[in-house]
C-alpha cells in the first residue's frame, strides 16, 4: 500500500514571504514517483514536477524549488518570494511500479496575501 | 494542442437519472484516467485506461458506474442510476506512457445530482 500525507491543511502567507510545503510518503517499492501538482481556484490541476526514487537531485525552477529525501521520505515544495497568483491547492502525489495507482496528498491551501 | 477536453462544464440532474461524461485526451497520449474530487475524499482514481483497455478499475465506486473508451480520443464515465452522494467534480486525465508519467487534467465537471 501507498500513502501520502501532506500535514499543512492551509497555509497563509503575506506576499514576498518564503512557504514550503510539506510532504510525507509511504511506499514498499524501490522504484517510484513523486508529482506535486497545483489546483488554482479555476479547479483544474496543473502539473508542476516529477521526480524518480532515484534521482535525489533538488531541483529549482524560478521560484519554485523542490526537497526529495529518500531518508526521510519527503518530497518537500518551497516558493521563494511567494505572490498573490501563487494561492491556490497544492497536491503531492506518489506512483510505484508494483501497482497501477496514483495516490495524491489531501491537499494543502495556500493563500498568499497582498 | 487543447489540452484535455472535458463536457459537460457543469450538469445539474435529479436523483436516478443517467449521466454521461465524455472526455478527449491529448492526441498521441495513450493512457486516461478519470478522477473523483469531493471535500471529503479528497482526489479519488476511478479507473484508468491504457491503450483504450481498462488497467484498473478498483476505484469504481459500485456497479452504477461505468466508463468506456471506444477509441483512442474519446472516453465516457456514465453514472446510472444517479444519486446525490455522487455530487463531486469529475476529472478526466491523460498521460503520454501511463501511470509513472506526468498527466495532464481537463478542466473537470461539476456534477450536481438532486
Known amino acids: 500500500a501507498q500513502k501520502v500525507t501532506q500535514a499543512q491543511t492551509e497555509i497563509s502567507v503575506v506576499e514576498k514571504e518564503d512557504v514550503t510545503l510539506d510532504c510525507v510518503y509511504e511506499t514498499r517499492d524501490t522504484t517510484y514517483y513523486l508529482f506535486w501538482y497545483k489546483q488554482p481556484p479555476s479547479g483544474e490541476l496543473v502539473f508542476l514536477i516529477r521526480?524518480?526514487?532515484?534521482?535525489?537531485q533538488n531541483e529549482i525552477s524560478g521560484r519554485y524549488s523542490w526537497n526529495f529525501q529518500k531518508s526521510t521520505s519527503s518530497f518537500n515544495f518551497t516558493i521563494t518570494a511567494s505572490q498573490v497568483v501563487d494561492s491556490a491547492v497544492y497536491f503531492c502525489?506518489?506512483?510505484?511500479?508494483?501497482?497501477?495507482?496514483?495516490?495524491f496528498g489531501e491537499g494543502t491551501q495556500l493563500t498568499v496575501n497582498p | 494542442d487543447a489540452g484535455v477536453i472535458q463536457s459537460p462544464r457543469h450538469e445539474v440532474t435529479e436523483m436516478g437519472q443517467e449521466v454521461t461524461l465524455r472526455c478527449k485526451p491529448i492526441s498521441g497520449h495513450n493512457s486516461l484516467f478519470w478522477y473523483r474530487q469531493t471535500m471529503m475524499r479528497g482526489l479519488e482514481l476511478l479507473i484508468y485506461?491504457?491503450?483504450?483497455?481498462?488497467?484498473?478499475d478498483s476505484g469504481m465506486p459500485e456497479d452504477r458506474f461505468s466508463a468506456k473508451m471506444p477509441n483512442a480520443s474519446f472516453s465516457t464515465l456514465k453514472i446510472q442510476p444517479s444519486e446525490p452522494r455522487d455530487s463531486a467534480v469529475y476529472f478526466c486525465?491523460?498521460?503520454?506512457?501511463?501511470?509513472?508519467?506526468?498527466?495532464?487534467f481537463g478542466q473537470g465537471t461539476r456534477l450536481t445530482v438532486v
Open positions: 486525465a491523460s498521460s503520454y506512457r501511463g501511470i509513472n508519467t506526468e498527466a495532464f
Open positions: 485506461f491504457n491503450n483504450n483497455v481498462p488497467i484498473d
Open positions: 521526480r524518480n526514487s532515484f534521482d535525489e
Open positions: 502525489a506518489l506512483s510505484g511500479t508494483s501497482g497501477s495507482r496514483l495516490t
